[in-house]
């Protein structure tokens, strides 16, 4: 599913406030987003669009892991502008005791061995502009 959210920060439009729109993007969609992004990515995947390892939160309650920092990587500004935000889901093969122990209250490396035995593909991708 792709959905396009605009918005204005801020209230009443004013010349000072940004306006930004969101294109969220889940489900089973094929489509793929500036930078390569696609759903079903793995961490390695990813590291290879980066062109360097990034940071990303533990899982949540939900079993959600989101990326906090691309690391100045090539993913950190795509084209256009644009900004992308990841949301990755752990394999559910794997075991509940891997996925609880990395907390969402921490920053893991893509490369930690913890969360690569997770094996999170993506599950949702946020494109501002």
Known sequence: MIRSVGSKCGGPIQPHVA?????????????????GLRL???????????????K??????????????????????????CNAGLNLRADPKVSAKIISALS????????????RAAKPTVSEILIGY
């Open 56 to 81: 990303l939160k533990g899982f949540d309650k939900n079993g959600i892991a989101t990326i906090s920092d691309w690391g100045g990587g090539e993913l950190a500004s795509l084209a256009g502008g």
């Open 104 to 115: 969402p209250n921490k920053e893991y490396a893509s490369s930690n061995p913890q969360m």
């Open 19 to 35: 306006i930004f729109n969101l294109i969220v993007i889940t489900g089973q969609s094929d489509w793929t987003a500036p930078g």
């Open 40 to 54: 079903g990515l793995a961490l390695a995947e990813l590291e290879k669009l980066n062109h360097k390892s990034f």
